[in-house]
């Protein structure tokens, strides 16, 4: 069906890091797209984008504050979405779920043990 997106998971974003003849994807909130061809026209040089390359660059992207021609210019790269499970918000949820797992796995003596430990970090740095 004509406009339907592609929907990418992010494991197949990481193998098009631009290296060894790979094409360059980035995710720019949870959209992926491929800046192969703008590289060399990216007014930061390529080097900002080859550093997100496979990535999602969403947080560098937003901080950077780029214009609104910028943002028609990705558009236009465009390429697919991410599949909902590996798109941010569930992405957090996934981990945050893993953490829940492990934690319900230790012993109480362990979880005792850990908690202290990061009490004493924060004291440490805070």
Not at 48 to 53: K, M
Not at 74 to 99: E, Y
Request: proline share 2%.
């Amino acid at each position: 069906m004509p406009g339907e997106l592609i929907e990418y998971t992010l494991a197949e974003v990481a193998l098009r890091n631009g290296k060894a003849g790979n094409p360059t994807w980035i995710v720019i909130r949870d959209i992926v797209y491929d800046v192969t061809q703008y590289m060399v026209d990216h007014p930061g040089g390529a080097e900002l984008i080859t550093e997100w390359a496979g990535k999602d660059g969403t947080k560098d992207f937003d901080d950077f504050g780029h214009s609104s021609d910028a943002m028609r210019l990705l558009k236009t790269m465009q390429i697919g979405v991410l599949v909902v499970s590996d798109q941010a918000k569930n992405r957090n949820k996934h981990t945050a779920s893993s953490q829940r797992k492990i934690t319900e796995d230790l012993t109480e003596e362990e979880l005792m043990k850990k908690r202290r430990s990061k009490r004493r970090m924060f004291i440490l740095c805070g």
